[in-house]
């Protein structure tokens, strides 16, 4: 037998006795009827549920798993039977990790480790990752010979935008070289045992579950999904043991290549496990092996420019200088000239800067375009990339937009030689690779004088801003000519498609109609293309033909037919990504609503997880629809059904931000005041009956309306 299938069925049966142990022993301490789950999913042990359809719900559900798992170890000297091995190992670990939380357990609050990543955070991933703005995702464990070679490692992918997930003790060797972990700083340390690893294959295999469509059960499409549109690798620090050995093997069954820095010599089998000793390589080679390409800008400023520092946080002892709203006149502004007007690549500073001895100062970041193709309706679309591109700054926080904002800047970026040029030069570079299908010319003044700040503001900004909202206001899906497909999300939901509409943005919140539109422009053969609405079938369920035609050729044949405005019938497709999902409440005639971020029960017995796992991967399923926040205050909201009166339920949170809007809405279309006071959230219901109970009370037009079915 070869040393390496040795050393994986090695790994594989060791797993497997302690898998067999571990089982025997949770059941004899807490009996075979006692629940168990991973927090917050709805996929259950997601490895077992996605390879063979079983739903592990109590831990007399698992000896028979345990079966599985050793019926996949066959000790046969073939790599592809010992590949299966390695996801026999993946299975035991999963055991092994959901044993944890036996017992209501909370096995990870005291690591430094996160544990089992919840679904709303797969979902929030989506665009992200189909954008390109994370283009892969890194696995990193092991312990290093030095902390320094972790964080090269990590930083390198961390500048890169990669998502690192890091298991064993290279996580405190990371820290200790000083490198900043969380998701939004794209390093997430998921725990110290070798099993933790499966926490993030089981986001691979819930994201086909998830965005793919994959049906439980289905294990050839399932490691097709995670080989072809999952971008991850793996890279082991320090010595190898073969339980690390047969846990890679599982990761090559999926189709994650392995990088390891210990000399395998001849267990190297290439384009699947190879081996890199010189860790400024290490990156290098492991994105080559995954084939990820990544865009590195090279800007002329002081500081690295990466969408991981996006998250970055700088409190008050780090800070240098900050503009805020609330101190200093405040104001951004993409506004469009004639070529003639302005000067190309023209940056000035119109004021102090910031090493003038101040920590506060006022702020209007001014910026100037033109283009043959330019449209005013690409200034807002534009503008609203600055939070973006100031953010990608190391050392730089932007939160916020239009007249208010707060910009922070770090000491440690001051020191670097950061100054108010390279803002400009920030702004001018991205703008002129971002959008230069529509920009030929753009120059930057940045004024930092009140008095020239406030009178741009007073000026040019605020009646900018007001006349984009009274446009963007008067814009119905009446009043526009035609809508957009956007087809992004398909690189992980193949044959999903959303239609945009000035009424309804697309699911993920991210695409709005002038998105799409600016999107069509800049890339007129990209993911949003024009679908003209001339022949209309059915105004009030939103039913069009060329949308019809639409959605079956950009889903490839998958779908036949979508209405924009009905949650019943043929509704629009889910992909996974959506920032909240309406599921119907039968006893109160309604909808519920509730967003990604919500934690708790809703009064449908199902949570956001739960709920949103009822849809998705470009399917329709009538009832049940993802879409985004800004959609709830829509006219066109259930609009077949009766519209936003449709509305029994939502978390507090999400009632309060969409308030103001909604109430608006409810008074147009129902002649309601303060229609959000009739609508339920967790601190009055969270089943049913209460909530029926409070709608009665309240008489909400729902319980009056035609029944939902
Ligand atoms: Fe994905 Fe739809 Fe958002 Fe496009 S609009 S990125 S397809 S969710
Ligand atoms: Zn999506």
Not at 167 to 183: F, P, R, S, T, Y
Not at 634 to 647: L, N, P
Not at 696 to 704: Q, Y
């Amino acid at each position: 037998m070869s040393a390496l299938t040795d050393l994986i069925y090695a790994g594989s049966n060791a797993v497997a006795g302690l898998t067999a142990g571990a089982v025997n022993d949770a059941i004899a301490k807490y009996g075979a009827d006692t629940p168990i789950s991973f927090p917050d999913t709805a996929y259950y042990f997601p490895t077992i549920y996605a390879a063979t359809g079983v739903k592990v719900k109590a831990l007399g559900d698992l000896p028979a798993c345990v079966d599985v798992l050793k019926s996949l170890i066959t000790n046969k000297d073939d790599i592809g039977a010992a590949l299966n091995a390695g996801l026999a190992t993946a299975v035991g670990a999963e055991i092994i990790e959901g044993l944890k939380y036996a017992d209501g357990a909370q096995p990870y609050a005291e690591e430094s480790g996160i544990g089992f990543v919840p679904d709303p955070i797969i979902r929030s991933l989506g665009v992200p990752l189909v954008t390109g703005d994370i283009p892969g995702v890194a696995v990193v464990l092991g312990k290093a010979d030095s902390a320094e070679a972790v964080a090269k490692v990590v930083k390198d992918y961390q500048s890169k935008g990669i998502l690192t997930f890091m298991i064993g003790d290279c996580i405190e060797q990371a820290l200790e070289a000083g490198v900043k972990m969380g998701l939004e700083l794209r390093v997430v340390p998921l725990g110290h045992d070798v099993t933790s690893v499966i926490h993030v294959v089981t986001v691979a295999i819930r994201a086909a579950l998830i965005f793919g469509n994959v049906q439980p059960g289905d294990l050839n499409a399932l490691l097709k999904y995670t080989k072809d549109r999952v971008p991850a690798f793996v890279n082991t620090f320090g010595a190898l043991n073969e339980v690390v050995v047969s846990a890679g093997a599982g990761a090559i069954a999926l189709g994650f290549p392995v990088v390891v820095d210990q000399d395998i010599g001849e267990l190297q089998v290439p384009g699947a496990l190879e081996y890199e000793g010189n860790h400024e390589e290490t990156a290098k080679r492991s994105l080559s092996l995954r084939n990820i390409h990544i865009k590195v800008k090279e800007l002329p400023i002081p500081v690295a420019f990466a969408a991981a520092f996006e998250g970055e946080i700088i409190r008050k002892a780090d800070m240098k200088v900050e503009f805020w709203s609330s101190k200093n006149t405040t104001c951004e502004l993409v506004t469009t000239r004639s070529m003639d007007e302005i000067e190309d690549h023209k940056i000035t500073v119109d004021g102090p800067d910031i090493d003038s001895g101040d920590v506060e100062y006022a702020l209007a970041t001014y910026i100037e375009v033109a283009g043959a193709k330019m449209q005013k309706d690409f200034e807002s679309v534009i503008e609203r990339k600055i939070h973006a591109w100031f953010n990608y700054m190391e050392g730089v926080m932007h939160t916020g937009q239009r007249n208010q904002f707060r910009i922070r800047i770090s000491n440690d970026a001051y020191d670097k030689g950061l100054r108010m040029k390279h803002f400009g030069e920030v702004l001018y570079n991205m703008i002129m690779d971002e959008f230069d299908a529509v920009v030929d010319k753009c120059q930057v003044t940045l004024v930092t004088d009140p008095e020239k700040a406030t009178k741009i503001l007073k000026e040019e900004a605020m009646p900018a801003y007001n006349a984009r909202d009274d446009r963007l206001s008067s814009m119905t899906d009446e009043s526009v000519d035609q809508f957009y497909t956007c087809i992004l999300c398909q690189s992980f939901a193949p044959s999903h498609c959303c239609v945009v509409t000035p009424e309804r943005l697309g699911l993920c919140g991210a695409v709005s109609w002038l998105d799409a539109k600016a999107t069509n422009e800049l890339d007129p053969s990209g993911p949003c293309q024009i679908v003209p609405k001339d022949h209309i079938i059915d105004e009030n369920i939103g039913r069009w033909e060329e949308v019809n035609d639409a959605v079956k050729k950009y889903s490839q044949g998958a779908l036949e037919s979508v209405t924009l405005y009905s949650i019943m019938e043929d509704p629009m497709t889910s992909c996974g990504c959506f920032e909240c999902i309406c599921g119907i409440e039968p006893l109160s005639n309604g909808v519920v609503i509730v967003n990604r971020e919500f934690k708790g029960m809703t009064p449908t017995g199902m949570t956001f997880g739960e709920l949103a796992s009822m849809t998705g991967g470009g399917v329709q399923t009538p009832g049940f629809m993802g879409h985004g926040r800004h959609f709830i205050a829509s006219h066109k909201f259930a609009a077949a059904e009766g519209g936003v009166g449709r509305i029994v339920w939502m978390p507090k949170e999400l009632k309060d931000d969409v308030a103001v809007r909604l109430n608006k809405t409810a008074k147009e279309m129902l002649g309601i005041d303060n229609f959000v006071d009739m609508i339920g959230d967790e601190t009055i219901a969270e089943d049913a009956e209460t909530l029926l109970t409070f709608l009665t009370e309240k008489g909400h037009p729902a319980l009056t309306m035609n029944p939902l079915m």
